[in-house]
């Protein structure tokens, strides 16, 4: 114990993993940070491998993603990692970002950690899109051509913008080669993020369900949460094993085993699940600029949160009107993601435009009037509470 208080690194180390006092009363909520860790981890290790296989080429991409699956010793259970283990940090970053929303864990002093922790997300995603293009089957294909093309929309540049990100006048080796660069070096931009969230975190200590900031009532990190984490750690890796090795392509699309092919155009042209409500947003906007807009605001709005809240109380469990529109925001968001995975026709587009409309008011309309709402109760609440003791 004496090293870990004396090494000029172990004392950083133990100020992060051991010692870091954190609130008394958080629950297995928080362990989401914890597991997004394992999940980055797990990716980049696997990433690395796959890529020591991989060939960014039109011609042989498909092939060499099939040799690893097939030819490469426990090549099949590496790639399944990877690609199972990318659902699961999504899922992971929506429970991690609803639970800051709910318990109000963006706003001051948490500012910049709410930041950092936004662009992260925004790293993922681009992560995430280029990474679904590598293998190079049909929807990889497809999907890099209209998710691209929406950058034409964008004027006097648009156009130009899509051929130097092609390559060429379509995608191809160029553009190939070129996501799988990005693809191999955003990871380790990820991590340099995740350790500046972690320092921010660190300088202000995590929030609690109380919304209360104290330094009083804390406990070390080790060993009152880090079996807290232990437990979830288990959780995770049993449910992802399960996916693994009984039900590996659940959550994929079954036309990315097919060899990309430019001639044949896909019946339905759709993203992963986790960025579903996205391209939902996009098809509910008629006018291509509008709903790229619209597509990239869905996530920037977060930025905001901080500025629109305008509530003297930080936690939602206290706050009964906000509590029900966050559950109402989150049947939302589920509604968008199913929206994004059906055909852009009748009644699919007018469910998507209510669902997207909803999505903004939340944040733009919903988040600051409750909370002058809120306020102007609490206000007259405290009114009348002093006007009776000065008749008393």
Known sequence: MKLLKAHPLLVLANSYLIDSPAPSNITYIWNFGSLLGSCLVLQIITGVTLAMHYLPSIDA????????????????????????????????????IGKALYYGSFRAPRTLLWSIGVVIFLVMV???????????????????????????????????????????????????????????????????????HLIALHQNGSNNPMGISSSLDRVPLHPYYTFKDLVGFFVFFLVLSIFVFFLPNTLGHPDNYIPANPMQTPASIV???????????????????????AMIG???????????????????????????????????????????????????????????????????????????????LSDLATLGSDHSSYKT
């Not at 993203?271 to 807009?293: C, F, H, M, N, T």
Request: proline share 6%; charged share 10%.
């Open 61 to 96: 991409a498909f092939c060499s993603v099939e040799h690893i699956m097939r030819d490469v010793n426990n090549g099949w259970l590496i790639r399944y990692l990877h690609a199972n283990v990318a659902s699961f940090f999504f899922l992971f970053v929506y429970l991690h």
């Open 126 to 196: 681009i992560t995430a899109f280029l990474g679904y293009v590598l293998p190079f089957g049909q929807m990889s294909l497809w999907g890099a051509t209209v998710i691209t093309n929406l950058l034409s929309a964008i004027p006097w540049l648009g156009t130009d913008l899509v051929e130097f990100i092609w390559g060429g006048y379509s995608v191809g080796n160029a553009t190939l080669n070129r996501f799988y660069s990005l693809h191999f070096l955003l990871p380790f931009v990820l991590l340099m993020l995740v350790i500046m």
């Open 298 to 376: 869905s996530i920037l709005i977060l930025f905001t949160m901080p500025l629109l809240d305008t509530s003297r109380v930080r936690s939602c469990a206290f706050r009964p009107f906000m509590r029900l529109l966050f559950w109402g925001f989150v049947v939302n968001f589920l509604i968008l993601t199913w929206i994004g995975s059906q055909h852009p026709e009748p009644p699919f587009i007018t469910i998507g435009q209510a669902c997207s409309t909803f999505y903004f008011s939340y944040f733009l309309l919903f988040v600051p009037l409750i909370g002058l709402i809120e306020n102007t």
């Open 271 to 293: 993203p992963e699940w986790y960025l579903l409500p996205y391209y939902a947003i996009l098809r509910a906007i008629p006018s291509k600029l509008l709903g790229v807009i």
